[in-house]
C-alpha cells in the first residue's frame, strides 16, 4: 500500500537506504518519506542502530599445550553518521567480526600459560577490543564493549587443577595440624617440668621442716631431761614414730602390706638408718 501512495516508513532507530535507479542517495531517518517508485527511486534496505552483541566461542591453546575454549561477548553498534558505509561495505557484518576476534585471540592467548590467561582476561579483551576498534571503524561500526566471558580449559584439565588445589589445601591443613600438636607438647613439657620443678621445692622443705623439728625436740628433751644424749632423744623419737607408722598401717581399712624388721634389736637398726637418711638429707 505504500510504494501504492508512494510513501514508506522507517522505524524508530533503523534507517533506510534511498536509491535512485541503483546508485545510493540519501539515508533515510525514521518517519515517513516519499518514495516516487515511477521516477526510479527504491529503498535498498533497512539497518538497525541498537545495540548488539556478538557471543563468540573460540578454540586455542596456551604457552603449556593446553588446549581451551575462549568465550568472548562483543558488543557493537553501527554509527548513524556513517550509516551508508555499515550497510554497503559489509555484506556479513557477525562474520567480519568473528575473523578480527579469532585472529586476536590466538595470537595473544599462546603467549600466555593457563593461569596467567586467567589471570589477564582483561587484558586480552582490550587487544580485541583496539583490534576491532581499527578495523571497524572504516565500515562505520562502532565497538562499544569487548568481555571475555570465559576461558573453559579440557574438563580433565579442570579436574587435574582442581586436585593440585585440594593437595596444597590439604598440605597446609596438615602443617598446621603437626604445629598445633607440636605447640601442645611442648606447653605440656613445660607443665610437667614446672609440676616436677615444684614438687622437688615442695619435698625439699618437708624434709627441712622434719630436721628443723627433730632438731627443736631433741635441743628441748635434752635441757628438761639432764643427762640424755643427742643420740638417745633421736632413739626415741624414731622408735615412737616407728610405732606410729605401724598403727597408721593397722588402722588403715585397704592398707597394703608392708613387711620390716619389727623385733626388739631390729628397732635400733631401723633407727640408725633413718637417722643417717635424715642426717644426710640435711648436710645435702
Same mark, same amino acid.
Given at each position: 500500500?505504500?510504494?501504492?501512495? +508512494?510513501?514508506? #516508513? @522507517?522505524?524508530?532507530?533503523?534507517?533506510?537506504?534511498?536509491?535512485?535507479?541503483?546508485?545510493?542517495?540519501?539515508?533515510?531517518?525514521?518517519? +515517513?518519506? +516519499?518514495? !516516487?517508485?515511477?521516477?526510479?527511486?527504491?529503498? $535498498?534496505?533497512?539497518?538497525?542502530?541498537?545495540?548488539?552483541?556478538?557471543?563468540?566461542? +573460540?578454540?586455542? #591453546?596456551? #604457552?603449556?599445550?593446553?588446549?581451551?575454549?575462549?568465550?568472548? /561477548?562483543?558488543?557493537?553498534?553501527?554509527?548513524?553518521?556513517? $550509516?551508508?558505509?555499515?550497510?554497503?561495505?559489509?555484506?556479513?557484518?557477525?562474520?567480519?567480526?568473528? $575473523?578480527?576476534?579469532?585472529? @586476536? &585471540?590466538?595470537?595473544?592467548? !599462546?603467549?600466555?600459560?593457563?593461569?596467567?590467561?586467567?589471570?589477564?582476561? %582483561?587484558?586480552?579483551?582490550?587487544?580485541?577490543?583496539?583490534?576491532?576498534? #581499527?578495523?571497524?571503524?572504516?565500515?562505520?561500526?562502532?565497538?562499544?564493549?569487548?568481555? &571475555?566471558?570465559?576461558?573453559?580449559?579440557? @574438563?580433565?584439565?579442570?579436574?587435574?587443577?582442581?586436585?593440585?588445589?585440594?593437595?596444597?589445601?590439604?598440605?597446609?591443613?596438615?602443617?598446621?595440624?603437626?604445629?598445633?600438636?607440636? &605447640?601442645?607438647?611442648?606447653?605440656?613439657?613445660?607443665?610437667?617440668?614446672?609440676?616436677?620443678?615444684? /614438687?622437688?621445692?615442695?619435698?625439699?622443705?618437708?624434709?627441712?621442716?622434719?630436721?628443723?623439728?627433730?632438731?627443736?625436740?631433741?635441743?628441748?628433751?635434752?635441757?628438761?631431761?639432764?643427762?640424755?644424749?643427742?643420740?638417745?632423744?633421736?632413739?626415741?623419737?624414731?622408735?615412737?614414730?616407728?610405732?606410729?607408722?605401724?598403727?597408721? &598401717?593397722?588402722?588403715?581399712?585397704?592398707?597394703?602390706?608392708?613387711?620390716?624388721?619389727?623385733?626388739?634389736?631390729?628397732?635400733?637398726?631401723?633407727? /640408725?638408718?633413718?637417722?643417717?637418711?635424715?642426717?644426710?638429707? %640435711?648436710?645435702?
Amino acid at each position: 500500500m505504500g510504494n501504492l501512495f +508512494c510513501c514508506v #516508513k @522507517v522505524d524508530q532507530s533503523t534507517v533506510a537506504m534511498r536509491e535512485g535507479f541503483g546508485r545510493f542517495e540519501k539515508v533515510l531517518q525514521p518517519g +515517513c518519506h +516519499c518514495m !516516487p517508485w515511477f521516477l526510479g527511486k527504491q529503498l $535498498a534496505g533497512h539497518l538497525s542502530l541498537r545495540l548488539q552483541q556478538l557471543d563468540l566461542r +573460540c578454540e586455542t #591453546k596456551t #604457552k603449556d599445550n593446553v588446549f581451551v575454549n575462549v568465550v568472548a /561477548s562483543i558488543q557493537y553498534r553501527a554509527l548513524a553518521e556513517k $550509516a551508508n558505509d555499515a550497510f554497503y561495505k559489509l555484506s556479513n557484518t557477525k562474520t567480519q567480526i568473528q $575473523a578480527y576476534v579469532f585472529d @586476536v &585471540i590466538r595470537a595473544s592467548v !599462546p603467549k600466555l600459560n593457563l593461569d596467567d590467561a586467567f589471570e589477564q582476561k %582483561s587484558e586480552i579483551a582490550r587487544a580485541v577490543e583496539e583490534e576491532l576498534e #581499527k578495523a571497524m571503524s572504516a565500515y562505520g561500526y562502532e565497538i562499544v564493549q569487548t568481555l &571475555i566471558v570465559d576461558i573453559d580449559p579440557d @574438563v580433565h584439565v579442570k579436574r587435574a587443577m582442581n586436585e593440585i588445589n585440594a593437595a596444597a589445601r590439604l598440605r597446609l591443613a596438615a602443617n598446621e595440624k603437626a604445629e598445633a600438636e607440636k &605447640i601442645l607438647l611442648i606447653k605440656r613439657a613445660e607443665g610437667e617440668a614446672e609440676s616436677k620443678y615444684l /614438687s622437688g621445692l615442695g619435698i625439699a622443705r618437708q624434709r627441712q621442716a622434719i630436721v628443723d623439728g627433730l632438731r627443736d625436740s631433741v635441743l628441748g628433751f635434752s635441757v628438761n631431761v639432764p643427762g640424755t644424749s643427742a643420740r638417745d632423744v633421736m632413739d626415741m623419737v624414731l622408735v615412737t614414730q616407728y610405732f606410729d607408722t605401724m598403727k597408721d &598401717i593397722g588402722a588403715a581399712s585397704k592398707s597394703s602390706a608392708v613387711f620390716i624388721p619389727h623385733g626388739p634389736g631390729a628397732v635400733r637398726d631401723v633407727a /640408725s638408718q633413718i637417722r643417717d637418711g635424715l642426717l644426710q638429707a %640435711s648436710h645435702q
